[in-house]
């Protein structure tokens, strides 16, 4: 593969160059592309090219010196570019120099190894918050550490420049901190370091745990006169703290404790400091208080720092006299027990082991249990002659009579296999290793049977060691085997073994380098025990097991790492689809960065970021930088396409005035892919883009467009349903963004425009030109007469302005024309009365279907759809009791809050319920209706849990069987005719 990496050199270069240039250990194109770049963009000389390109992975390194200017380029570029990943040095670098007069070699010097922005993030909150000069800045941030990525608005990245300015009012005489002492408490902060513990939604609480705690005990240690904590001391109490309350509940506690119970004692700062910081809350104090007389303060602090109760100082107390003459063992033991097991354990230990080993028996013993692990040791001494090849002396002999190397591994293996440090059950390992097959070799059945979690355990073990071939190793069933738990989990680990090993087995073209000749026993058995009852592990592999011989190199440079990487816990083939795709776009010319299938094909959106990386121009190489960019780019919807025209009355492609209709369109990307808003929304709540659709306005035919104007995307494809154009003609339709959900737009933005022939109705013809009486939709202000509900919601009653049109025909003999049976089918009742006024009558709600003006749409919050208006007052109590995080919603606000939502759901409901629209007349209307009551019972139940379910579980109502709220209130049912 090297020889593809000289092959892709740019052309200048002689074969003794390119053959330097691609000198690496691991394969990899970076050089190639990156030798390419650099003499295309740069014109650099190979010189410069080998001091920028050797050992890159990617472009990255031409990238980042284009980024500074032709001066600094040449003093300092290759300084901080050379093996540069990203484009960060010399951001970082540009960044730095903006920010003041400063030395440039310094700053070269600070940011050539940086890979993400926190350190000169760091720099810049130092500088502006605190006043500290820009060489000492970059002295205490050079080790900050944040996310890894690009980002500037990560919050890991910017929780040490946020920690900076929360404590920057700190930097007074009056507390004696010292610019220094908040840069370097704040610069110590990882935001890695619990990784595990902390998801994204929840770091925001973590970023601000260290200066919480300070803030507390700032507040806390002015009640105390002694011992007196100097506010740096409090910083490096608070250092790195998971929790705010921890460390200052145990300084409080220390405090309090030892003033009570050692009135003469002198806790110096230092003793407190190495006690409580990083506590999680306050038992460390409770420990030290009662590990009196038990060494020095220094001694006593470092033992109980971390504990959980007073376990270490009872332990501690016991093991004293147990492990006589090896004091330095006694705290090992001892730190975060939670009783006196482990010394009661270390006491009832084999002479024959060292203190050393006592303490890796018998750590985290608990006191119902300690005599487990050597009960475990008293098995394996009688069942190891079981073994043909156990070691001849391991267990029963002192240290000094052990000859071999292999006696002290097996000696080792076994005091960790019946240990609680390492085993969930000592018991239960011994019992599995009284049972396990004694064709393993000794030490693979003494890690197989360690951590095992119950003797249940052990039959799957076995059948999973009697169903594997023969020829697979001793090690590589041990590894398989180990930590199966139920028959299930052991029948799908087996399969999928079995099956990988046929088809690594299976004969391959000499030309093909691909995965299946690099997974041995032990590599299947590595990616075999993750596997799920879906069988993703064993269809990942399969699938990749396809690729062509040409795309194998993209699991390079090591096939059996990568193939693990990506398909381990895999649940569907969907990494190996990845690397199909990525195949599908690799070139001769073009290509991905070493590892990146690995990084690419882990994540979920692998599909939208290889489309976004297939339209970035003049790259030889696509790598990590390219990843992320494109994974931080938000899909936008940008072009449409008519995909059908739906006539709702007879299913011909043929739009014809009066009739309802629908118009269907492909919704793309700015990639030209298919764009779904669900799917997108599920990531970005803002990619739920709204659309618009209306004709031209002051057409000659006076027509006009009713019905659902306005929709969102479902599956990438648009639907408007139940359309209707009032009059014949062609007309120029319009689709658009409105200007209140195009976010980066304060303007409409026109996605297409298009003609749109509307045929005339025979049928409709009559009545087309008495369209105008359901124009306005709600009862103008002009009209003659009152506008009232008769009985509401049926019916609607009041006299039409007439029409403004070039077909008028006057007032009489235009109301005379639509009077009587030429509305009725539309399901209005009209007559004219004696001074020539046409009077008409509907059920309220008609209108709004023919015209759309007081239907719910799809851009409207709930409150808007269920049409809920909440006084101001009400909300600002809602907001008042919901910042206090209160447990127990106040029972008015909840009644009150209840009482409106459930009155503006009857009301809806009574106009809106399609019980309400069975009459003979307004059958027709009934699938419309629907929609809009779908839409309003949506609407009441996010308007329920914004309001009040979200609160029920702190006291908020919500519905019962009976009818009620549980504070007692009725829900209004509407009765339907």
Not at 242 to 250: D, H, I, L, M, S
Not at 507 to 525: C, S, V
Request: some cysteine; proline content about 5%.
């Amino acid at each position: 593969m090297k020889a593809e990496c000289e092959k892709r050199c740019h052309a200048s270069l002689s074969v003794q160059q390119r053959a330097n240039l691609c000198n690496q250990e691991e394969y990899s194109l970076g050089p190639a592309a990156c030798s390419v770049m650099a003499k295309e963009s740069l014109h650099l000389r190979y010189e410069d090219i080998y001091k920028l390109c050797h050992e890159s992975s990617s472009v990255a390194p031409v990238e980042c010196l284009l980024k500074l200017d032709s001066k600094d380029r040449n003093e300092f570029g290759f300084n901080i570019c050379a093996k540069a990943a990203s484009t960060i040095p010399s951001e970082c670098f540009r960044r730095v120099l903006s920010m003041g007069k400063v030395n440039k070699k310094a700053v070269a010097k600070f940011c050539q190894s940086n890979v993400d922005h926190a350190p000169d993030l760091c720099v810049q909150a130092s500088h502006d918050h605190l006043g500290m000069k820009l060489d000492d800045a970059m002295h205490h941030c050079q080790d900050a550490v944040g996310s890894g990525d690009a980002s500037l608005t990560s919050p890991r990245n910017t929780i040490i420049s946020d920690c900076i300015l929360a404590l920057k009012d700190y930097n007074r005489n009056a507390y004696g901190l010292r610019s220094e002492d908040i840069v370097q408490f704040c610069a110590k902060i990882n935001p890695n370091q619990y990784v595990d513990m902390v998801d994204d939604d929840n770091f925001v609480s973590f970023a601000t745990a260290a200066t919480d705690c300070f803030a507390q005990l700032v507040a806390d240690m002015g009640q105390f006169s002694t011992p007196r904590l100097s506010y740096a001391h409090m910083l490096h109490i608070c250092q790195n703290a998971p929790v705010a309350a921890g460390p200052a509940n145990c300084t409080s506690h220390v405090v309090t404790a030892v003033t009570r119970r050692e009135p003469h004692l002198k806790l110096s700062p230092e003793a407190i400091v190495s006690l409580c910081q990083g506590a999680l809350s306050a038992a460390p104090g409770d420990c030290f208080a009662e590990s009196k007389g038990l060494g020095s303060l220094e001694d006593r602090a470092l033992l109980c720092n971390s504990a959980v109760n007073s376990g270490p100082s009872m332990c501690y107390r016991r093991a004293t006299s147990v492990l006589k003459n090896h004091p330095e063992e006694h705290r090992a033991l001892c730190l975060m027990a939670d009783s006196e097991g482990p010394a009661e354990c270390a006491a009832a230990a084999p002479h024959y082991l060292v203190a050393e080993e006592k303490v890796h028996l018998c750590t985290n013993a608990p006191v119902t249990g300690y005599n487990d692990p050597i009960k475990c040791l008293q098995a394996v001494h009688t069942y190891s002659k079981n073994f043909q090849n156990a070691p001849k002396r391991a267990l029963g002999y002192f240290q000094e009579n052990l000859q071999l190397d292999s006696e002290w591994t097996s000696r080792a293996l076994l005091v960790s296999m019946c240990s609680f440090s390492d085993s969930q059950d000592p018991l239960a390992a011994a019992e599995c290793y009284k049972s396990v097959p004694t064709s393993l070799q000794h030490d693979d059945a003494v890690r197989l049977c360690t951590n095992i979690s119950s003797s249940h355990a052990i039959q799957h073990i076995q059948l999973c060691q009697r169903i594997l071939p023969k020829t697979w190793s001793s090690e590589a069933i041990s590894y398989l085997c180990e930590g199966l738990q139920t028959r299930g989990q052991t029948e799908t680990t087996v399969k999928c073994a079995v099956e990988l090993g046929k088809a690594m087995h299976q004969p391959h073209r000499p030309h093909e380098i691909g995965p299946g000749r690099l997974l041995d026993a032990l590599g299947i058995a590595k990616i075999c025990r993750t596997e799920t009852p879906t069988q993703g592990v064993l269809r990942c592999v399969q699938r990749l097991l396809t690729l062509p011989p040409t795309a194998t190199a993209l699991l390079l440079p090591n096939s059996a790492a990568t193939v693990t990487a990506l398909c381990e816990h895999a649940h569907s083939t969907q990494p190996a689809e990845c690397v199909h795709e990525m195949a599908k776009i690799v070139t001769s010319t073009i290509g991905f960065a070493q590892n990146m299938t690995q990084k690419l094909c882990t994540r979920p959106d692998y599909a939208s970021i290889l489309v976004c990386l297939s339209h970035i121009k003049h790259k030889r190489l696509w790598d990590t930088n390219d990843m992320l960019k494109c994974a931080e780019e938000k899909r936008q919807l940008t072009s449409i396409k008519v995909k059908r025209i739906y006539s709702w009355d007879d299913d011909r492609i043929e739009i014809m005035a009066g009739k309802r209709f629908a118009l269907w369109f492909d919704v793309f990307d700015q990639w030209q892919q298919k764009y779904d808003a669900d799917a997108a929304a599920d990531d970005d709540a803002s990619a739920r883009t709204v659309l618009k659709i209306s004709i031209n306005e002051n057409n000659a035919a006076g027509a006009i467009l009713w019905g659902y104007r306005t929709n969102v995307t479902v599956a990438g494809t648009l639907y408007f349903h139940s359309l209707i154009i009032s009059q014949p003609g062609t007309f120029e339709v319009r689709v658009s963004i409105p200007a209140a959900a195009n976010k980066q737009r304060e303007k409409e933005r026109t996605l297409a425009l298009f003609k749109l022939h509307v045929a005339e109705d025979p049928v409709a013809k009559e009545t087309a030109p008495c369209i105008y009486v359901l124009k306005d939709g709600i009862c103008p202000h002009d009209a003659h007469g009152p506008d009232h509900d008769a009985v509401f919601p049926q019916t609607r009653s009041y006299s039409p302005p007439l029409p403004v049109s070039p077909s008028s025909h006057g007032s009489y003999l235009h109301h005379l024309y639509c009077a009587g049976d030429k509305l009725a089918r539309w399901g209005v009742k009209s007559f004219l009365t004696a001074d020539g006024s046409l009077h008409v009558e509907y059920r309220s709600g008609l209108d709004a279907i023919w015209t759309g003006i007081g239907l719910p749409r799809y851009e409207m919050s709930p409150e808007q759809k269920l049409g809920l208006v909440l006084p101001s007052e009400l909300v600002d109590q809602y907001h008042a009791w919901e910042a206090k995080g209160g447990s127990v919603q106040p029972s008015a606000l909840n009644k009150a809050l209840t009482r409106l939502i459930k009155r503006a759901y009857y009301r809806a409901s009574l106009q809106w319920h399609p019980d309400r629209w069975s009459s003979a007349e307004l059958e027709q209307y009934k699938p419309i209706v629907q929609g809009i009551f779908q839409q309003i019972t949506e609407a009441y139940d996010a308007c329920q849990t914004r309001w009040l379910r979200s609160n029920a579980g702190k006291g908020g109502s919500s519905d019962t069987a009976d009818g009620t709220t549980e504070d007692g209130a009725t829900v209004e049912t509407p009765a339907y005719e």
